[in-house]
């Protein structure tokens, strides 16, 4: 069976590494970018995805250039806790969080595919442009390379080539571009002082304003961690930006300069990272279906949302597993994207959902409302039983509840065990 798998990058890599350990052998990526690796900000696996990356034999070597991250903490905006709670192993799972940076993610996936599959497996600079779906025959897919373009057959094609992807546009045409909600997100990495437990999470924000920090690597020589940082707020220019365009320190500290909290220097975050990088806030509406005959939608193409909850990467290595556990249960490419359509689906339509009302963060929402001017007694604001009711409902949407992680089928479809 010819596989082709459109995109190069999480997702893409571990589709390709699935489909192997399943016992397929003619897989071929296209990357439409060069061979460098993507940026280095930071990301989050959760424990399901983790869970799914050891039993590709990939923990330990992913878990050396990680961060095991042991708890999230959600302020408000003057710097008062309004909740927190473990994560990882230390909120029960038999695997960890791991914070990490994405390029060093890449690099352990891509390695991964040179190692098992073979170099030529990927080949860079090599865009979808255009492809036509079949049922009993291949699927006609094109190819351009520079000024060049190709026609490719394959069995099976796999659109795993992000929020601006070309297969589903393919599928789905005249969408268009992918929506924003008109929040503004810049970005960096800082070295600094370990704050909190040295493994939180931690969330800042108002009714409209968050700022995201987590460590991603650590340095004990220097006593030292590489903070990953997000800040984000509404602005009427969100929707004309650039991707990965350079932005000025002073945008930064000009929306957050009255925030100040007592375990981190944030104008010193701001100002030591070495490059600021501004993004929309951008997702995808959900789609009624991703798969049209042999081909078929994968992670972001399939179901970008928004960066609540860190389930970006999580939900793309779970697709890449469910949709190569198919494929080698029924050795069929129509009736496997079936399968694997009705298993993923529904759950991301939710979780899609769910994140364009803050998921979790809803909580950070939630305080700000009742006391915008901060409080003394947080029982005074919310009960304890209503924040427990947002965590656990939005765990329950993304599919990550301990017992359900712990004890759910494996997804391979070998002998191998999963183990942490």
Wanted: hydrophobic share 45%; aromatic share 6%; glycine share 10%.
């Amino acid at each position: 069976m010819r596989i082709l798998i459109a995109g190069a990058g999480i997702g893409g890599l571990t589709t390709a590494l699935s489909l192997h350990a399943a016992g397929f052998t003619d897989i071929r990526l296209v990357e439409a970018t060069g061979t460098s690796a993507p940026s280095g900000l930071g990301l989050n696996v959760l424990p399901d995805a983790v869970r799914e990356l050891s039993e590709l034999g990939l923990l330990e070597r992913l878990a050396g250039k990680a961060v095991r991250t042991a708890e999230l903490r959600l302020f408000n905006r003057h710097g008062r806790l309004i909740w927190t709670e473990p994560r990882g192993v230390a909120a029960g799972y038999r695997w960890p969080q791991l914070s990490v940076s994405r390029r060093r993610l890449w690099q352990v996936l891509t390695d991964a595919v040179h190692n098992r599959l073979g170099p030529e497996t990927v080949a860079f600079g090599t865009r979808v442009v255009g492809c036509v779906p079949e049922q009993g025959a291949p699927a006609e897919v094109t190819l351009q390379e520079g000024r060049e373009r190709r026609t490719a057959l394959a069995d099976l094609v796999i659109g795993a080539d992000g929020v601006h992807s070309a297969i589903r546009a393919a599928l789905h045409p005249g969408e268009g571009p992918p929506p924003g909600n008109g929040v503004m997100m810049w970005r960096g990495t800082t070295w600094a002082p370990p704050f909190l437990s040295g493994r939180t999470m931690a969330v800042v924000g108002d009714d409209v304003r968050r700022i995201v920090l987590y460590p991603i690597a650590e340095d004990p020589v220097q006593d030292r961690v590489l903070v990953n940082w997000v800040a984000a707020h509404p602005s009427a220019s969100a929707g004309r930006a650039d991707w990965h365009e350079r932005a000025p320190l002073a945008a930064v500290l000009s929306e957050f300069d009255d925030w100040a909290v007592d375990w981190i220097d944030l104008a010193a975050i701001f100002r030591n990272a070495p490059a600021i990088y501004r993004y929309p806030m951008v997702d995808r509406d959900p789609l009624p279906w991703w798969s049209a005959g042999n081909v078929t939608l994968l992670g972001d193409a399939a179901h970008a949302m928004y960066p609540m909850g860190s389930n970006g990467a999580t939900q793309s290595i779970l697709d890449a597993r469910t949709l190569a556990q198919a494929l080698a249960i029924t050795g069929d490419p129509v009736k496997a994207l079936a399968d694997y359509e009705r298993r993923r689906l529904p759950a991301m339509t939710r979780l899609q959902e769910s994140n364009r009302g803050w998921g979790p963060e809803a909580i950070i929402t939630m305080v700000h409302q009742r006391a915008p001017d901060g409080f003394t007694d947080l029982d005074d604001v919310v009960s304890p039983a209503e924040l427990t009711e947002v965590a656990t409902r939005y765990a329950s949407v993304s599919g990550a509840q301990v017992h359900q992680v712990n004890h759910r089928p494996s997804l391979s479809t070998g002998d191998r065990t999963a183990a942490p």
